[in-house]
Every structure is written in C-alpha cells, then in structure tokens.
C-alpha cells in the first residue's frame, strides 16, 4: 500500500525498520547473553573456570553430566551452556555476532551467513552430550 507520509517517515528513519536491540546495544546484548550465571556455577563445582575461550568449551565437554538428574535443572542448563557457546564463537571467531531471530531466539551469525542455534546446540548437549561443544565450536571457527 502506497501512502505518502509513511514513506517520508520510512526514509527519514532508515526505511521504517526499527533497529534490534542487538543492532542498538550490540556489547551489551552480548555480556547480557554471557552470563550464563548457572553453568558458570556448576562448572565451578569441579574446578572450572569459564574464560570465554575454546578450551573452557574442551573442559565443559569433560565434566560428569550429573545434571542430567535433575529434570527441572536440565533446559536451564543446556540453555546456558549454548548461550556460553555462542559467546565464545561471537568472543572468538572473527566476523561472529548475536543475531535475534524474528521469534526472538538468540542465534549466532557467521560471515558466510551461516546461523548457528546455539540454545539448541546447548539443550542437545545437555542432554545426551552430543555434539560436544567444543566440535560445535571447531566447526564455527572453520567458517
């Protein structure tokens, strides 16, 4: 539908798109994403540090899966084991960055385009371990 007015207010406003809030605050969209605040604690039960690097993700991979007990624990952890994922390959992978789908599910976009459900990943992880986190990362940083 044509109406003029809107079409002046779409190209004074950058066509009319309201810009994401990852696309207005990208750093604080990411550290938000990054804390992870129930990995991180149960991680560090067995002496793990996450330094938002790969070998933190190696380590991850390593660890007895007792959350696997505790079926209200689970999703809560799986999804902050893919947002952890996530802020080491947007940490460490060049061109990397957090990408809101129109659903509003966080995924992580490479330059080539490739979009990489992270949350998903983490939940898969969570509960049966694989694909380990760290091949999830190998594969992102391949291109």
Same mark, same amino acid.
């Not at 459900?117 to 694909?131: C, F, M, N, R, Y």
């Given at each position: 539908?044509?109406? =003029?007015?809107l079409d002046a207010w779409r190209k004074r406003h950058g066509g009319g798109r309201a810009p994401s809030a990852v696309e207005r605050d990208a750093e604080g969209v990411a550290d938000m994403l990054a804390e992870c605040d129930l990995l991180r604690s149960r991680v560090q039960e067995f002496g793990v540090r996450l330094d938002? /690097?790969?070998r933190s993700l190696e380590a991850i991979d390593q660890l007895? =899966?007792?959350?696997? &007990? &505790? =079926?209200?624990e689970l999703p809560?952890?799986?999804n902050d084991a893919g947002?952890?994922?996530g /802020?080491?390959?947007v940490r460490t992978v060049a061109g990397a960055h957090w990408y809101l789908t129109p659903g509003g599910h966080p995924?992580?976009?490479?330059v080539s385009g490739r979009e990489i459900h992270v949350v998903e990943a983490g939940l898969d992880w969570a509960i049966s371990g694989s694909p380990e986190l760290s091949q999830i990362y190998a594969e992102a940083a391949e291109g």
């Amino acid at each position: 539908m044509h109406i =003029p007015f809107l079409d002046a207010w779409r190209k004074r406003h950058g066509g009319g798109r309201a810009p994401s809030a990852v696309e207005r605050d990208a750093e604080g969209v990411a550290d938000m994403l990054a804390e992870c605040d129930l990995l991180r604690s149960r991680v560090q039960e067995f002496g793990v540090r996450l330094d938002d /690097t790969p070998r933190s993700l190696e380590a991850i991979d390593q660890l007895l =899966p007792r959350w696997r &007990d &505790d =079926p209200e624990e689970l999703p809560w952890l799986g999804n902050d084991a893919g947002l952890y994922l996530g /802020t080491v390959i947007v940490r460490t992978v060049a061109g990397a960055h957090w990408y809101l789908t129109p659903g509003g599910h966080p995924v992580v976009r490479l330059v080539s385009g490739r979009e990489i459900h992270v949350v998903e990943a983490g939940l898969d992880w969570a509960i049966s371990g694989s694909p380990e986190l760290s091949q999830i990362y190998a594969e992102a940083a391949e291109g």
